[in-house]
């Protein structure tokens, strides 16, 4: 099952957007995004979502290596 990564400072948003998506993904939650950068240490999420406020996390590292905007 692929994995999902979802931050945002805002439980309701974080638990809305894992019940839509629990039966079709593993859901890796975070409320910042330090914590999301710790999880991310430790295990590959296939997608992530982010609520707009953290835009700064900046540059992250695709499968492939390649850069992607984050």
Do not use: F, N, T
């Amino acid at each position: 099952m692929e994995r999902v990564l979802i931050v945002d400072d805002d439980e309701g948003a974080r638990e809305s957007l894992r019940i839509a998506l629990r039966d079709r993904y593993e859901i890796v939650l975070a409320d910042s995004g330090e914590e999301a950068m710790e999880l991310l240490k430790k295990a590959a999420c296939g997608c992530g979502l982010a609520g707009h406020s953290y835009a700064w996390v900046g540059w992250i590292r695709g499968p492939q290596g390649d850069s992607e905007k984050a």
